[in-house]
């Protein structure tokens, strides 16, 4: 199982430096990788959960990769329909390149209706959007010259070099907890990405439909890789309140040790709790994160302390 960052890029205390120093400490401490987030328009219902400044998730990457050797880069998600598939698609293959293969792809549908107003993208249609982009991002990560015909966007011949390092493209992850979410990492994805996840419902519900889902496309399971949020606190939390990752060291250890027996390929750790205040300071998140490496996973051997 491996554990993961979630880097802040956005809030005051973003700039370019603390982003490479993120990366570079995740790294050094033995963290296997981390992942950023993606919006364009700086809308107020996303300035209200994300304040600016925003930096672009494909430009972060692209230069984070050139700075690292070990440490995988991913994205958690990137809104899909917010940008043509040719584009999407070409991104993807660059940063896997630019990379050496470390880039994780995941992809979701987005939740901020002024932001797809903005954007003149249809949010009542986003599904079906993105299930068709992502359809079209396939087939010019699998063919030199690629052509595609969809409900949603169609061209022909179209050169895709260079593509993808990672054969038959990177990992594809599938943001999202709902049931259409489910359906799409069935059909479409290599890897379910849900956040912020309570135990019970993934082991009761979530994990059984995505096989049967599975079962029903004739594919093989995909992988399950959480975002789960990380609050260590000094008195433990009642289990029927916290969301998976919350609580003492205690707790933390035995929600691992959980998904590990789920069969969790990788977890990724997010600090971020929706308080605009704590993006102006990234210690408290820092030592959340250096508690887990000393205290709750041998993150060398891959194996709970």
Same mark, same amino acid.
């Given at each position: 199982?491996?554990?993961?960052?979630?880097?802040?890029?956005?809030?005051?205390?973003?700039?370019?430096?603390?982003?490479?120093?993120?990366?570079?400490?995740?790294?050094?401490?033995?963290?296997?990788?981390?992942?950023?987030?993606?919006?364009?328009?700086?809308?107020?219902?996303?300035?209200?959960?994300?304040?600016?400044?925003?930096?672009?998730?494909?430009?972060?990457?692209?230069?984070?990769?050139?700075?690292?050797?070990?440490?995988?880069?991913?994205?958690?998600? %990137?809104?899909?329909?917010?940008?043509?598939?040719?584009?999407?698609?070409?991104?993807?293959?660059?940063?896997?390149?630019? !990379?050496?293969?470390?880039?994780?792809?995941?992809?979701?549908?987005?939740?901020?209706?002024?932001?797809?107003?903005?954007?003149?993208?249809?949010?009542?249609?986003?599904? !079906?959007?993105?299930?068709?982009?992502?359809?079209?991002?396939?087939?010019?990560?699998?063919?030199?010259?690629?052509?595609?015909?969809?409900?949603?966007? !169609?061209?022909?011949?179209?050169?895709?070099?260079?593509?993808?390092?990672?054969?038959?493209?990177?990992?594809?992850?599938?943001?999202?907890?709902?049931?259409?979410?489910?359906?799409?990492?069935?059909?479409?994805?290599?890897?379910?990405?849900?956040?912020? %996840?309570? $135990?019970?419902?993934?082991?009761?519900?979530?994990?059984?439909?995505?096989?049967?889902?599975?079962?029903?496309?004739?594919?093989?399971?995909?992988?399950?890789?959480?975002?789960?949020?990380? +609050?260590?606190?000094?008195?433990?939390?009642?289990?029927?309140? +916290?969301?998976?990752?919350?609580?003492?060291?205690?707790?933390?250890?035995?929600?691992?040790?959980? $998904?590990?027996?789920?069969?969790?390929?990788? #977890? $990724?750790?997010?600090?971020?709790?929706?308080? #605009?205040?704590?993006?102006?300071?990234?210690? #408290?998140?820092?030592?959340?994160?250096?508690? #887990?490496?000393?205290?709750?996973?041998?993150?060398?051997?891959?194996?709970?302390?």
């Amino acid at each position: 199982m491996k554990i993961g960052i979630n880097l802040i890029n956005f809030g005051p205390a973003a700039t370019p430096d603390s982003l490479i120093r993120w990366t570079r400490l995740a790294e050094a401490i033995g963290y296997h990788f981390v992942m950023t987030s993606d919006h364009v328009a700086m809308t107020a219902d996303v300035v209200g959960r994300y304040p600016a400044p925003f930096y672009d998730p494909w430009v972060t990457l692209g230069w984070i990769a050139g700075q690292t050797r070990r440490i995988e880069i991913g994205t958690t998600v %990137i809104i899909v329909p917010y940008r043509h598939p040719l584009e999407t698609a070409r991104l993807v293959a660059n940063v896997d390149a630019v !990379s050496d293969g470390r880039f994780l792809f995941g992809a979701g549908v987005g939740w901020a209706k002024q932001e797809f107003d903005a954007l003149g993208v249809s949010f009542e249609r986003r599904g !079906s959007i993105t299930d068709d982009y992502l359809r079209a991002m396939k087939a010019c990560w699998t063919q030199d010259v690629a052509s595609y015909e969809g409900p949603f966007v !169609s061209f022909r011949d179209i050169h895709t070099a260079p593509r993808p390092v990672q054969t038959p493209h990177p990992p594809l992850w599938i943001g999202g907890g709902s049931d259409a979410a489910l359906r799409r990492a069935a059909r479409l994805g290599d890897a379910w990405h849900p956040i912020r %996840i309570r $135990l019970a419902p993934i082991r009761e519900h979530g994990l059984p439909k995505l096989r049967e889902l599975a079962d029903k496309e004739g594919k093989p399971a995909p992988a399950f890789c959480p975002r789960i949020r990380l +609050r260590i606190t000094d008195t433990a939390m009642p289990d029927d309140e +916290r969301l998976c990752g919350e609580g003492t060291v205690d707790q933390v250890r035995r929600d691992f040790a959980a $998904l590990e027996a789920l069969g969790a390929q990788y #977890v $990724l750790l997010d600090t971020y709790t929706d308080d #605009v205040e704590a993006t102006r300071r990234h210690d #408290v998140a820092w030592r959340m994160f250096a508690t #887990v490496a000393e205290r709750v996973v041998d993150l060398d051997r891959r194996t709970l302390r």
